[in-house]
T-cell receptor
């Protein structure tokens, strides 16, 4: 199973772009990269996911390197409400006819957005 | 609104008692999951179920039990055999589409003294 490595913490100024890196050097060809975030004492919130192409939605952009060994989540204009722990996750495939959707959550990056 | 409801938000029990955490979803998802989160830690999978009347152990199933009698419900029982039950418990569900994301409830914080 591919594992991910993220910095334990990052700071970002309010209104600036937050760029959160993730290393997943052992990712296999059919594994997707997912990003979630968790605000204290709440459940994780899905942000975005992708396979090889860059993705963008109303919350964020996901940039995946060509070799797929790393990715960056970009919050274009961070606000104080974006302060949270951000998890980069690689989906684990199974062999019995489709994935059961298990996601291995690590410790994530604690993003602090400061005024 | 569609979503996942976990209740109660806070739960207190005495050591040696079994306790059941509720998880209900109205997203019409087939797959449901239970995770445990300890302070400063990531999420660890306890049990999951891909279809009614079927469930599988996750990485830390010892001391826990589940049932899946209805599509909408996936209750988790923390038994007295669980050595360190105090934790934040998260329920999630997922569409059966291969790469669709997990949707989480807002968790139940269980404290056992």
């Amino acid at each position: 199973d591919a594992k991910t490595t993220q910095p334990p913490s990052m700071d970002c100024a309010e209104g600036r772009a937050a760029n959160l890196p993730c290393n997943h050097s052992t990712i296999s060809g059919n594994e997707y990269v997912y990003w979630y975030r968790q605000i204290h004492s709440q459940g994780p919130q899905y942000i975005i996911h992708g396979l090889k192409n860059n993705e963008t939605n109303e919350m964020a952009s996901l940039i995946i390197t060509e070799d797929r060994k790393s990715s960056t989540l970009i919050l274009p204009h961070a606000t104080l409400r974006d302060t949270a722990v951000y998890y980069c996750i690689v989906r684990v495939p199974r062999n019995y006819g489709g994935s059961q959707g298990n996601l291995i959550f690590g410790k994530g990056t604690k993003l602090s957005v400061k005024p | 609104d569609g979503g996942i409801t976990q209740s109660p938000k806070y739960l207190f029990r005495k050591e040696g008692q079994n306790v059941t955490l509720s998880c209900e979803q109205n997203l019409n998802h087939d797959a449901m999951y239970w995770y445990r989160q300890d302070p400063g830690q990531g999420l660890r999978l306890i049990y999951y179920s891909q279809i009614v009347n079927d469930f599988q152990k996750g990485d830390i199933a010892e001391g826990y039990s589940v049932s899946r009698e209805k599509k909408e419900s996936f209750p988790l029982t923390v038994t007295s055999a669980q050595k360190n039950p105090t934790a934040f418990y998260l329920c999630a569900s997922k569409d059966t589409g291969g790469n669709s994301p997990l949707h989480f409830g807002n968790g139940t914080r269980l404290t056992v003294t």
